[in-house]
């Protein structure tokens, strides 16, 4: 067995009918390249051999009353890819509409808890295709985050890909075995009884980062802080409904604005989401007149020797949303991210996941509900939206054959922040996946469809 570490625990714990966290990918493949043409039958016999490799997708959680520590991954002895992998066809015409519809529908629906925490669903009928005539397929992948972070969700499907259509199969990987119940409440124990000898060990790293954030602070040298955000119309509760929406650019056009202004890739991909969000906020007369906040992931793989899945910190970024010229804006917010990173650096790696070892099942459960139900979601709500950059291989992909044409990652959305816009890089392309509640942005395509609108404004003036 292999139990979770607490911040992997902890997507577990604030989990709720309307606050599902899984992380989703939609995927647009060529079927052309399969080998001896597509199949839903082939497809999954394919998928089912590569799976043999990668125990991660064969592993269920196991929990018990007498554990007094977070929950263990055990291999499923009863495993069948046909309860993890699902076909759907979309009605006609089969556009940009009725795929996020589905996807959003797929995307509001939990997993189940008794089977390894993923789903594959196969959509059919893209753009009225006929994918067993070498057409277009959709595949929407459901990865819960107790599994993995942006990082290693990624690297799981990287690895169901390929860098050629007829690669032959990896070869099997055994998974993590079972664990009883004697076992699961003895290793439990031990772990729950050393808790305050590792609570000794985080209180100075704690004190410390506390202090330098104080200190950075007082001579402007601080991230944004939270609760600092202003409020918008997608800083409420969300419900049990999603929405998606994404759009895809050209990699060398943010390489040639970044070249120009002198910046990171990165705060090019915060200058875009910021134009988009101040066009929309404009729009709608919203335009708060002080910057939003994004909370901004950050992966520590490498960089932290604690256990778990997740090997993640997060930082507060500014969007600058209240300037209005491009180049400003994009200046501004390149001097803000050198300075939230350079405050999330001297702040220790693991000191999120050190704290979420230490917090139990009820304690998330009892904040999550009352900061759910108190006014601090719409009036001073922790942070504005999540924006994410994951990076991809610049290198055709294939996977189970077919070439993948696009792949828009979605993130998990929170009570009092319901929008999600994550961006991944892929073979020269910029895929942005956007995810809300509909109920907060019903109008999530006008977001999306702005990035290419907000890439010329930058273009223009990088000339």
């Known amino acids: 067995?292999?139990?979770?570490?607490?911040?992997?625990?902890?997507?577990l714990y604030l989990e709720t009918a309307s606050q599902p966290l899984h992380v989703c990918s939609i995927m647009e493949l060529d079927t052309s390249?399969?080998?001896?043409?597509?199949?839903?039958?082939?497809?999954?016999?394919?998928?089912?051999?590569?799976?043999?490799?990668?125990?991660?997708?064969?592993e269920k959680l196991v929990d018990s009353?007498?554990?007094?520590?977070?929950?263990?991954?055990?291999?499923?002895?009863?495993?069948?890819?046909?309860?993890?992998l699902h076909r759907i066809g979309l009605p006609p015409p089969g556009g940009r509409m009725e795929l996020s519809e589905i996807c959003g529908h797929i995307a509001a629906l939990p997993l189940d808890r008794n089977r390894p925490l993923w789903e594959m669903w196969v959509i059919e009928g893209v753009a009225g295709t006929d994918a067993q005539q070498g057409g277009r397929l959709a595949v929407m992948t459901k990865v819960h985050h107790a599994a993995v972070d942006g990082v290693t969700g990624a690297s799981l499907l990287s690895q169901l890909c390929s860098t050629e259509p007829d690669a032959p199969p990896?070869?099997?990987?055994?998974?993590?075995?079972?664990?009883?119940?004697?076992?699961?409440?003895?290793?439990?124990?031990?772990?729950?009884a050393s808790r305050?000898?590792?609570?000794?060990?985080?209180?100075?790293?704690?004190?410390?980062?506390?202090?330098?954030?104080?200190?950075?602070?007082?001579?402007?040298?601080?991230?944004?802080?939270?609760?600092?955000?202003?409020?918008?119309?997608?800083?409420?509760n969300v419900t049990t409904h999603r929405n998606v929406a994404y759009a895809q650019l050209n990699l060398e056009d943010i390489k040639k604005v970044k070249n120009r202004f002198d910046v990171k890739v990165n705060d090019v991909v915060m200058a875009l989401v910021s134009g988009v969000l101040r066009q929309f906020l404009l729009d709608r007369d919203e335009l708060p007149e002080t910057s939003l906040v994004a909370m901004v992931p950050v992966s520590v793989h490498g960089k932290s020797d604690r256990p778990g899945r997740n090997q993640v910190s997060g930082m507060f970024a500014r969007l600058e949303t209240h300037i209005a010229d491009p180049a400003e804006r994009l200046k501004a917010i390149s001097e803000a991210n050198s300075v939230a990173k350079q405050h999330s650096s001297a702040i220790s790696a693991t000191l999120l996941q050190d704290?979420?070892?230490?917090?139990?099942?009820?304690?998330?459960?009892?904040?999550?509900?009352?900061?759910?139900?108190?006014?601090?979601?719409?009036?001073?709500?922790?942070?504005?939206?999540?924006?994410?950059?994951?990076?991809?291989?610049?290198?055709?992909l294939y996977l189970l054959g077919c070439e993948v044409k696009a792949m828009y990652p979605l993130g998990p959305i929170f009570h009092g922040s319901g929008l999600n816009i994550t961006v991944m890089s892929l073979n020269g392309k910029l895929d942005v996946g956007l995810i809300a509640c509909p109920e907060l942005v019903p109008d999530l395509w006008e977001l999306a469809d702005?990035?290419?609108?907000?890439?010329?404004?930058?273009?223009?003036?990088?000339?």
């Open 1 to 11: 067995m292999q139990r979770l570490s607490g911040l992997d625990a902890s997507f």
């Open 33 to 58: 390249t399969m080998p001896d043409g597509y199949s839903f039958d082939r497809l999954r016999d394919e998928l089912a051999v590569r799976i043999k490799a990668m125990p991660q997708f064969r």
């Open 65 to 84: 009353p007498l554990n007094l520590d977070h929950p263990v991954w055990v291999e499923d002895n009863s495993f069948d890819v046909s309860r993890h």
């Open 170 to 192: 990896p070869e099997p990987v055994e998974g993590v075995g079972d664990a009883n119940q004697i076992q699961l409440a003895v290793s439990g124990l031990a772990r729950f």
């Open 196 to 236: 305050p000898l590792r609570l000794a060990r985080v209180l100075p790293n704690t004190v410390s980062s506390v202090l330098e954030s104080v200190l950075r602070a007082r001579i402007g040298l601080a991230m944004a802080s939270p609760f600092t955000a202003p409020r918008t119309a997608f800083n409420a």
């Open 355 to 396: 704290w979420s070892q230490f917090a139990a099942p009820a304690v998330f459960n009892v904040a999550m509900r009352a900061y759910a139900r108190s006014s601090l979601t719409t009036s001073r709500p922790v942070h504005n939206l999540v924006v994410s950059n994951v990076p991809g291989p610049q290198m055709p």
């Open 450 to 463: 702005d990035f290419a609108v907000g890439m010329e404004e930058l273009l223009l003036a990088a000339q």
